[in-house]
């Protein structure tokens, strides 16, 4: 069965680092997304990605987070200059349509800011 | 703006009690509604959806879901749980936007199994 893939699983960085956390969505899927859980707190939405381009992203989303789709088949979200708060774990999905189509979500990279 | 209330941070349930999640949401047109389940270190899987049509939506893992549009809600449930089903379960609502359909998560439910 098909699944989306997420790498690395755990990453620890220093404050201030820049991170790239990869994804491989699965294949012929269409619209990508990233989303983040603190710890005890929601599943949160980060942005949302169709056609090479952003196409939703939340007030979260600011100008330290960017992402890539940079070769067809990996969508990267990258964090330029990382801070405590940004630890959390982060989930890339993906999904073949809108509306009632599922999300498939990959296993997660817990991200660790130090 | 769309959101999603589970009003259960905890449940415990002995093995092969039923168990019911509760999940209410605020959308102001119909909603895309889903249960997603996460076990430990792994991620989320769903385990049904809702966006029209019978009220009373059957998912995997013998786990079904009723969209009351009157009360808000769509609780989840399963007549006889398994030890596997111990795990934190998530309820969320999809808007399809212009171009984007993101999902707004509830805060979860852990689910412990007494056996």
């Known amino acids: 069965e098909p699944e989306v893939t997420q790498t690395p699983s755990h990453q620890v960085t220093q404050m201030g680092q820049e991170v790239i956390l990869r994804c491989v969505p699965i294949?012929?899927?269409?619209?990508f997304y990233w989303y983040r859980q603190i710890l005890g707190q929601k599943v949160e939405f980060l942005v949302s990605f169709y056609n090479n381009e952003i196409s939703e992203k939340s007030e979260i989303f600011d100008d330290q987070f960017s992402v890539e789709r940079p070769d067809g088949s990996n969508f990267t979200l990258k964090i330029r200059s990382t801070k405590l708060e940004d630890s959390a774990m982060y989930f890339c999905?993906?999904?073949?349509?809108?509306?009632?189509?599922?999300?498939?979500f990959g296993p997660g990279t817990r991200l660790t800011v130090l | 703006a769309q959101s999603v209330t589970q009003p259960d941070i905890h449940i415990t349930v002995s093995e092969g009690a039923s168990l019911e999640l509760r999940c209410n949401y605020s959308?102001?047109?119909?909603?895309?509604l889903f249960w997603y389940v996460q076990s430990p270190g792994q991620g989320l899987q769903l385990l049904l959806k809702y966006f029209s049509g019978d009220t009373l939506v059957q998912g995997i893992k013998g786990f079904e879901a009723e969209f009351k549009r009157s009360q808000s809600s769509f609780n989840l449930r399963k007549p006889s749980v398994h030890w596997s089903d111990a795990a934190e379960y998530f309820c969320a609502v999809g808007a399809q936007g212009a171009a984007g359909n993101k999902l707004t998560f509830g805060g979860g439910t852990r689910v412990l199994v007494k056996p």
């Open positions: 999905a993906s999904s073949a349509g809108l509306g009632g189509n599922e999300q498939f």
């Open positions: 294949s012929n899927h269409l619209y």
């Open positions: 959308y102001g047109a119909t909603p895309y």
